[in-house]
């Protein structure tokens, strides 16, 4: 049995910001050691940002019909439950 799609947008919203917060963390940990950013610096950052875009992305599809339709199939096709 899937999740419905408002489950999976909420929980993945969830882990973004909390990985956001990770990377966010690291990025600022490296800037105060060193002033030129290192190449898992540079990855974070960049991460970082890509993160920042999906985001708001995934809020407004949140509020979608996609997101909260009742009628969405909830198992799997290729699954015999």
Not at 50 to 75: C, F, M, N, W, Y
């Amino acid at each position: 049995m899937l999740d419905s799609p408002l489950t999976v947008i909420n929980e993945t919203l969830e882990h973004l910001h909390g990985l956001s917060d990770l990377l966010l963390d690291e990025v600022k940990g490296c800037a105060a050691r060193t002033p030129e950013l290192g190449i898992e610096s540079r990855l974070c950052k960049e991460a970082l940002q890509t993160i920042r875009v999906l985001i708001p992305k995934l809020e407004a599809v949140r509020s979608t019909q996609v997101a909260g339709a009742p009628d969405h199939r909830r198992s799997c096709p290729t699954c015999d439950d």
